[in-house]
């Protein structure tokens, strides 16, 4: 629902995202929505949120001081409306400085979102907007907080592949997989804990092959939460941080037999460092991995789907209905896009159920449908054709930062001939 549009009367927007590891730089989908509004004549301050946490990743906040500062700052700069990611700092006293002016776009589940303050739930039932990419995460909120429904809004992520000239670039991979690893040192240390304790060795097994049937904890937890809980306890970390972890570790194993089933066929497969891991353990890890450059940019990505026949996509463990970034992406690019079917898939929400998508159940079925469409060209190409014609310009960049500032409450009308916006980085550093 909108509230009340505003007559404009800055060209300054907010952005708070979050950026991970080192450098600072926000990942190709915010840097791509931020450049929407920079497009748009905006000026845009982007806020690291996770430099404001307490944990430095997306929990509390720092301190009361600095949370003064950045209100007042907030408040003096009069922003046409602020974009969050994830929730990304969602508090009472920031959405009050903006007087509600604000979305946020929630991309994850709850245990990957920011949670500045005690309450999980606190940021929902401020009032401000929220555009889950979603039905899983739509569906949580609302049962979380149904007096929400009015400010929640289902929104598909978006893409600027429409604007690619596809046919100009040739086909380089058979089949192309981008996908990160998504277990590190920390996860592993835990694991060895498990070595010298074989009942947290049993229990966590158990809770493994909850994660592998369910995708969560939820059903075990009400059966056995009695002998779950004293070993989530020892090793010194909340349930839903143990969840995520073994969300984590069920994903890891599922695309690692992802690799040794497509390998043989022609896999590239780019990532984060984390495959290192693999490339230890599997000649088939070794061999489809792509080395060079990370990828940092959106068209580094649209490069690498252009380039390939197939495209897969296999979400992590976690996620059950969510229209993942790169559907979109792939939908509008020369490869057929390869999904894992889910109950009720959003793309059917979104494009009916004669999307033309081709969809897998397991590693098993992903490796024979790739076969097929690797040899049956006339029948790949013409679902990829299909595919193409169903992203428009409704779902370019441009047209999802606008549906975002009128979900705000706010619209804009993008003046004659602006000039490009200026892109400011903030910091808790620049409000110590």
């Known amino acids: 629902m909108m509230v009340g549009a505003m007559a404009l009367s800055s060209p300054d927007l907010a952005f708070f995202g979050y950026a991970w590891g080192v450098g600072g730089y926000l990942d190709s989908y915010m840097q791509e929505t931020v450049n929407a509004y920079l497009d748009l004549g905006l000026n845009v301050d982007v806020y690291l949120a996770n430099y404001f946490s307490a944990d430095g990743a997306t929990s509390g906040f720092k301190d009361d001081f600095l949370l003064d500062r950045l209100v007042r700052y907030i408040r003096e700069r009069d922003y046409i409306a602020a974009i969050s990611i994830n ?31 005690a309450d999980r739930f606190a940021a929902f039932r401020l009032p401000a907007h929220f555009a ?40 380089i991979y058979p089949i192309s997989w981008i996908a990160s690893m998504t ?68 994903t890891s194993r599922d695309r690692m037999e992802v690799v040794r089933r497509l390998s043989p066929h022609g896999l590239a497969l780019f990532g984060n460092s984390a495959w290192a891991k693999g490339m230890l353990l599997s000649d088939n890890v070794y061999k489809s991995f792509k080395p060079g450059a990370p990828i940092r940019t959106h068209q580094d990505l649209l490069n690498i789907y252009n380039s390939s026949k197939l495209a897969i996509n296999q979400p992590q463990a976690s996620i059950t209905e969510s229209f993942q970034y790169r559907l979109l992406d792939v939908m509008s690019s020369n490869a057929l896009l390869v999904t894992r079917r889910t109950p009720e898939p959003d793309l059917y929400r979104v494009f009916g159920p004669d999307c033309p998508v081709v969809m897998f159940d397991d590693a098993e079925d992903l490796e024979k449908v790739c076969i097929y469409y ?7 190409a013409a679902r990829v054709a299909a595919c193409n014609s169903l992203v428009g310009e409704e779902f370019s960049f441009r047209s999802r930062a606008l549906d975002y500032l009128r979900l705000a409450g706010v619209n804009f009308t993008q003046p004659n001939l602006p000039s490009r916006g200026r892109m400011q980085l903030l910091t808790n550093e620049i409000f110590a």
Not at 105 to 110: N, P, S
């Open 87 to 117: 929730n990304a700092l969602v508090m009472e006293d920031v959405v009050e400085a903006l007087e509600g002016r604000l979305t946020s776009i929630i991309v994850d589940d709850f245990n990957h979102l920011f949670c500045h303050e």
């Open 132 to 171: 889950p990419i979603g039905s899983q995460f739509e569906r949580a909120i609302l049962s979380a907080i149904p007096d929400a429904a009015n400010r929640v809004c289902f929104l598909t992520p978006a893409t600027a592949g429409m604007h690619v000239r596809r046919s100009e670039i040739p086909s």
């Open 183 to 250: 277990t590190d040192d920390w996860a592993e240390g835990i694991m060895l804990r498990l070595l010298s304790d074989p009942r947290a060795h049993e229990i966590v097994g158990i809770c493994l092959l909850a994660i592998e049937q369910t995708g969560n904890l939820t059903n075990i937890l009400q059966t056995f939460g009695h002998a779950i809980l004293p070993v989530v306890n020892s090793l010194g970390i909340e349930i839903q941080v143990f969840e995520m972890l073994l969300q984590n570790v069920r």
């Open 374 to 380: 690797l040899t049956h060209e006339d029948e790949r």
